[in-house]
Each structure stands twice: as C-alpha cells, then as structure tokens.
C-alpha cells in the first residue's frame, strides 16, 4: 500500500512539475529566406540589387522560457543560423561563387498560451517578441560582423512527454534591415522562416 501511495505521489508531480516555472530547450531545424535577399553590389554604376544575395540552411538555438501565469510566459533565447553569401557573375566577373557565413541570434519574446494552463500535456501557443542579428561575413568574426534589430512572430505546440522531458514544434517570421557590409544598393528588409523541433526539460 505504500509503494503504491508512493508511485501516485511520483506520478502526480512529474506530471503538476513539468513547466510550472519554467522550461530549457535546444531547438534543430531551417532558416528559409523569404522575398528579396539580396545584399547589393560590387558596381556602383548599376541599379541590380541581387549580384550579393545571401541564403540560408540550418539553424539551432537555445531557449530558456519563463511561466509567469497560467497563460503568459516570456522566452530568452540564442540561434546560431548558417548561412551562404552567393556573388553572381556580375559580382565575380567570371563564375559565379559561394561562401558560408553565419548569424548570431538573441531575441526576447512574449509567449501566449490561449487554451492551457501550465499543467497541460499539449499546450499550443503564440509568441511575439524583438531580436538582434549579428551577420559574420565569410572569414571574419563577430566584431567584424553587421549588427542588426529586428522582431519576430509565430507560433508552435509544447507537448509534455514523461517526467521533466518534453517536445515542441515551431514555426517563425523573422524580419531586420539587411546587414550592410560596403555593397552598393544595399537597401530593403529580409524575412526569414523558422521551422524547428526541439526537446526541451521543464522544472
């Protein structure tokens, strides 16, 4: 009898544990850039705004959210994204060529869970918050990089799995003003869409 009161009372608090203060999360996935990425050009006597462009693959962050009501909680986070800088033959004046780069990410966000409580298995949410993006260009280093300001918007779903381990899906807009690294026509916004799955402990 009382191995079985202790394995309802084990039982109970992984469940009324999982996310009460807080949870810590490392997210996968792709960083897709949307719209226009160019970045400029070489040539001040023309127009084109996409010799430069830049594309994205992968991407992993880090998240510590915070549950300060039944409803509200808040994310600091840090994303590592990779990236590559593509020169167009007018760029290059031959072949075309490519070069990884990568973003440094931090952002704060507000988090919006409209159908649950902290005690949820499944807790879908909205979230809204501002950044900063530090663009590395190819062989430098973040003091060398463009620092950016940019915010962010979206949504996902936290899935409580067993004891303090949970999972969750994700999906992002992001948008701030293009780095500026010395090319001509370098004007505009990118946007860019997350999409990532993460594992994450709750306490």
Not at 20 to 49: I, K, R, V
Not at 76 to 103: L, Q
Not at 143 to 170: C, E, M, P, Q
């Amino acid at each position: 009898m009382k191995r079985l009161t202790l394995l309802l009372a084990m039982g109970c608090f992984s469940t009324m544990a999982w996310g009460q203060a807080g949870e810590f999360w490392f997210n996968y996935g792709w960083n897709m850039l949307d719209g226009s990425p160019g970045l400029g050009t070489l040539n001040p006597f023309t127009t084109s705004s996409n010799d430069i462009t830049l594309s994205s693959s992968y991407r992993f962050s880090f998240r510590f959210n915070f549950n300060y009501k039944d409803h509200y909680g808040a994310e600091v986070g840090y994303a590592f994204n990779h990236m590559y800088m593509n020169f167009d033959s007018a760029a290059t004046g031959g072949a075309p060529e490519s070069e990884a780069m990568h973003m440094h990410q931090g952002n704060f966000n507000a988090l919006y869970y409209p159908f649950t409580g902290t005690d949820a298995h499944i807790r879908p949410f909205v979230t809204a918050g501002v950044e900063f993006d530090n663009f590395v260009p190819p062989g430098g280093s973040s003091y060398s990089g463009s620092t950016k300001f940019g915010a962010n918007f979206g949504a996902g779903v936290k899935v409580h799995i067993h004891g303090i381990w949970g999972a969750r899906l994700d999906a992002r807009e992001y948008v701030t003003p293009k780095p500026s690294f010395g090319f001509f026509n370098n004007t505009g916004s990118l946007w860019a869409t997350e999409i990532s799955a993460g594992v994450g402990v709750g306490f």
